[in-house]
């Protein structure tokens, strides 16, 4: 009996002091947004222990908003789903810009990101990365679709795929030549629309291979052969024309989605310095250069463009000659309600026959 | 009553502790949570609402029904592939061999669901192994389409559910007395007779616990049917986890698991009551 008290306090000494020994940095990250090699730099420089855990916006809100902010010290959101959650379950909190080094940073997006992601006029977020979403396409097998429509072109019959989330929906509004970000302020008009856009993709949706389900799922679709037109990211689509020159990544003529993934600070962060030191140094402009070129994605660093590869300059001018960059439609904050519109109109596509 | 030492309780406490922090109290929470639910002006009331929805709402109880329909087919198929499998490792093969074939049966539990998810993917894939190797010798000329449809749903949850039927019927088949059969091929009966006066009556048990495990199993499965369940294969576990993480409505989908628990109970029920077996002989 003593005994088996004594062994017990000793165990759990052992593992108080091993989780006290190292100062550590819970990131609640995506795939891909923390390269090993930097990882490893930074925790050589700093002697922060780096605990990394993939997930995707949803995720991200279901596991915060489960511990109301706490078990990570840093999180990765897309700008446009945090002002929305936070003012209802609060998992945030607001960033100190003054701890960041924003002048590595460019101007315009700190500021969009932080008029975007304002509660009381606090800006919750700082922008890490940005992309679009548009189309990745078999350029030898479906020459002509260049468009969000040619998702329901019966000329590609069966060889299409999409993911079957919100910004398909918003796609195939702009694709049916409709605004949804204009009918953000009008909610009745906007659940009309989706019924609008539930109609297309149900009435279109045997021409659909699969609907893919992550970015694995999404560059498996295409690479084998099983679809030509799919729906997808610009940084997947230049990475699989790395391979195959066939397949790229095409800017839909209605307009690319464009988002902005941020850093946020958990509600309960425990190490809000080690943030702060993890963003300022992702940012460093040969720091963010790197990831660029390894992921394919743009970076907010003002001047990691002297870094870049020349293919991956060749990858923004190719898919985006001016006019399509002009076009992009960036994503504004979603407000509250909407999601549950959009999960019914989505839940009713996947059960149609 | 022997009087228990005080080792007795101190060892009781991580299990309790583990029961309560982890399995009771995050019930209850769920429970409670099922029961609230947020009107237009945000406000949290007590409401049967989460549940009412379920009924009102075509689409959900549909998936359901459909989900329920689908396990129990999976079930039934499980039976009849695994039974000659379970049939001939216990009474055809020799004691030496058949372990062996046993731990080779094994195997596909040991590399986890997601991997042989993958696996079947490769296989079914239109320019997949299968189609390739038809194609190649000449049978067909197109690609059949078999990945994202049900049929490849279908073998997805049979192939990670097969293994939890054998095991329970080969335990039944095991202590039955090869004697019996013997007799009765000496009294003249039939193969079908001795199977269906003898074997099966004898290895009801066995059948009834391993379904019972493969039909909890399919009905709440996750991975295959959204892997390889193609564009219009929603699965009830699906919408549970839609409700969570798309559209924040844990509400609902608290209430939607517990449909799913309380529906797959009264499904289990009425197979024990069926068959005419009782859950404590099953279990054991």
């Known amino acids: 009996m003593k005994r088996l008290a004594l062994v017990s306090a000793i165990v759990l000494t052992l593992i108080a002091s091993g989780a006290m020994a190292q100062e550590s940095l819970r990131v609640l990250t995506w795939k891909g947004y923390a390269p090993a090699k930097l990882i490893k730099a930074f925790e050589a420089e700093t002697g922060i222990d780096v605990k990394l855990t993939y997930s995707n916006n949803e995720e991200m809100i279901a596991k915060l908003r489960a511990t109301r902010g706490a078990g990570f010290d840093l999180a990765q959101p897309s700008q446009d789903r945090i002002s929305f ?18 002048g590595q940073l460019v101007a315009s997006m700190v500021d969009a990101v932080k008029k975007n ?114 729906s997808g990211w610009d940084g997947k689509g230049w990475t699989l024309h790395k391979e195959n020159p066939d397949i790229d990544f095409i800017a839909p003529k209605s307009g690319a989605l464009g988002w902005i993934d941020t850093f946020a600070l958990p509600a309960k962060s425990k190490n809000i310095e080690g943030a702060y030191k993890y963003i300022n140094f992702m940012m460093r402009p040969e720091n963010a250069a790197y990831f660029t070129n390894q992921e394919g994605y743009g970076t907010a660093s003002k001047d990691a ?49 | 009553m022997k009087k228990r030492s005080g080792t007795f309780y ?35 009331v007590f409401s049967l609402n989460n549940y009412l929805t379920f009924f009102r709402d075509q689409i959900y109880w549909l998936t359901f029904v459909k989900t329920a329909l689908y396990s129990i087919g999976v079930t039934f198929l499980a039976f009849v592939v695994t039974f000659p499998v379970a ?6 093969v020799g004691k030496q061999y058949s372990s062996f074939m046993t731990l080779l049966l094994l195997i596909p539990i040991w590399i986890g669901e997601l991997v042989t998810v993958y696996g079947w993917m490769i296989l079914l894939r239109d320019n997949g192994v299968i189609n390739t190797f038809l194609i190649n010798i000449g049978i067909i000329n197109e690609p059949i389409e078999m990945l994202f449809t049900n049929f490849s749903m279908t ?40 199977f269906s006066k003898i074997i099966i009556p004898y290895t ?5 616990s391993g379904g019972i495990i493969v039909f909890m199993l399919v009905i709440g499965d996750y991975v295959a049917p959204n892997i390889l369940g193609g564009k219009s294969s929603l699965w009830f576990t699906e919408q549970i986890y839609n409700k969570f993480l798309m559209s924040f409505n844990w509400n609902e989908g608290a209430a939607f698991g517990f449909l799913l628990l309380g529906l797959s109970s009264a499904i289990v029920w009425v197979a024990l009551k069926l068959s005419g077996q009782k859950l404590e002989k099953v279990g054991s």
């Open chain 1, 85 to 102: 959650v936070q003012k209802r379950f609060p998992i945030y909190q607001p960033i100190d810009y003054s701890k960041v080094n924003t």
């Open chain 1, 117 to 230: 992601s304002a509660v009381d006029g606090k800006g919750y977020a700082v922008p890490h990365c940005y992309g679009t979403t548009g189309m990745i396409v078999n350029q030898k097998l479906a020459p002509e679709a260049d468009d969000w429509s040619d998702l329901w072109n019966p000329q590609y019959d069966g060889k299409i795929s999409y993911r079957l989330k919100r910004p398909l929906l918003i796609a195939t509004a702009f694709g049916m030549g409709e605004d949804p970000f204009a009918l953000y302020d009008d909610i009745d008009a906007y659940r009309a629309l989706m019924k609008r856009v539930e109609k297309k993709l149900i009435d279109s949706k045997k021409l659909v291979k699969n609907y893919w389900t992550s970015g694995d799922t999404q560059v498996a679709i295409i690479k084998s052969g099983d679809a030509n037109v799919i």
């Open chain 1, 305 to 353: 463009i002297n870094f870049l590869n020349a293919e991956i300059k060749a990858n923004f001018s190719r898919s985006f000659p001016p006019a399509d960059l002009d076009n992009i439609k960036w994503h504004p904050p979603v407000p509250a309600g909407f999601e549950k519109i959009e999960s019914k109109v989505l839940d009713r596509i996947k059960a149609a026959k």
């Open chain 2, 10 to 44: 101190l060892l009781m406490v991580p299990v309790l502790l583990w029961l309560m922090l982890l399995i009771v109290i995050p019930h209850l929470d769920m429970v409670y949570r099922s029961f609230r639910f947020e009107t237009d002006d945000w406000e949290m």
């Open chain 2, 87 to 92: 049939f001939y490792l216990t009474k055809v």
């Open chain 2, 155 to 194: 073998i997805g949850l049979l192939y990670m559910s097969m293994l939890f039927m054998i095991v329970p019927m080969m335990s039944a088949l095991d202590s039955l007395d090869d004697s019996l059969i013997e007799a009765a091929s000496d009294l003249g009966a039939s193969k079908w007779t001795i």
């Open chain 2, 204 to 208: 009801t048990p066995g059948i009834v």
